[in-house]
């Protein structure tokens, strides 16, 4: 069975850091993509980044460009989301996924369930 476990979030002032990690198993990592996407309160679920572990290839959604960074150990089959400068609209629950494919513009069809995410809660 696929599974992804996030981790990593909490509650930060506006202008700091924090490092989400992605645990993944029930799958062959290092060929498929992995996204971040995120759900704020009353909102539809976005996709953030993402980060192909067969090619390196990322995406990143226009408004976290230049703050966040996507990276992936493939010994550890976990990915992370290193987020910088965050703002009080990041504030959601932070969830991963397995992709088929990332890269440009593209984040691909997810596959597997959806976890618990990792709430992210950014203050003014």
């Known amino acids: 069975e696929v599974q992804l476990v996030e981790s990593g979030g909490g509650l930060v002032q506006a202008g700091g850091s924090l490092r989400l990690s992605c645990v993944a198993s029930g799958f062959t990592f290092g060929r498929y993509a992995i996204g971040w996407f995120r759900q704020a309160p009353g909102k539809e679920r976005e996709g953030v980044s993402c980060?192909?572990?067969?090619?390196?290839?990322?995406y990143y959604t226009s408004s976290v460009k230049g703050r966040f960074t996507i990276s992936s150990d493939n010994a550890k089959n976990t990915v992370y989301l290193q987020m910088n400068s965050l703002k009080p609209e990041d504030t959601a629950v932070y969830y991963c996924?397995?992709?088929?494919?990332?890269?440009?513009?593209?984040?691909?069809?997810?596959?597997?369930?959806w976890g618990q995410g990792t709430q992210v809660t950014v203050s003014s």
């Open positions: 996924a397995a992709l088929l494919g990332c890269g440009g513009d593209y984040i691909g069809p997810y596959f597997g369930s």
């Open positions: 980060i192909s572990n067969r090619h390196g290839s990322t």
